[in-house]
């Protein structure tokens, strides 16, 4: 099983910026879909993105691809916020898994999770 570690959360002010990253330690990200969901108190979880590792194509969530960009590298996968707003504060979590085609909003198909970032945006 794939173990996950976020970093990059943290306080900012509205309007900054902050960029997340996902490590992946025990396996490599091949033949994974690695997405980033976010967790506001008291709100289930929501699809922010997601990267297909093996041919980089990537999905937005609802209203996210305007801010937020999905990336990666030989080893992590990376979150660019841009234009945070105090709504954007919530625990960001990234997960691997193998969802189909057009489900990737859908955290049950979603294998392994990491421990989630706290990403605070101040008014």
């Known amino acids: 099983q794939v173990q996950l570690v976020e970093s990059g959360g943290g306080l900012v002010q509205a309007g900054g910026s902050l960029r997340l990253s996902c490590a992946a330690s025990?396996?490599?990200?091949?033949?994974?879909?690695v997405g980033w969901f976010r967790q506001a108190p008291g709100k289930d979880r929501e699809f922010v993105a997601c990267?297909?590792?093996?041919?980089?194509l990537t999905y937005y969530g609802d209203s996210m691809k305007d801010r937020f960009s999905i990336s990666s590298d030989n080893a992590k996968v990376y979150l660019q916020m841009n234009s945070l707003k105090p709504e954007d504060t919530a625990v960001y979590y990234c997960?691997?898994?193998?969802?189909?085609?057009?489900?990737?909003?859908?955290?049950?198909?979603?294998?392994?999770w990491g421990q989630g970032t706290q990403v605070t945006v101040s008014s």
């Open positions: 997960a691997v898994g193998r969802p189909p085609y057009g489900s990737w909003r859908y955290v049950y198909h979603y294998d392994s």
């Open positions: 025990g396996r490599t990200f091949s033949h994974y879909v």
């Open positions: 990267i297909n590792w093996s041919v980089g």
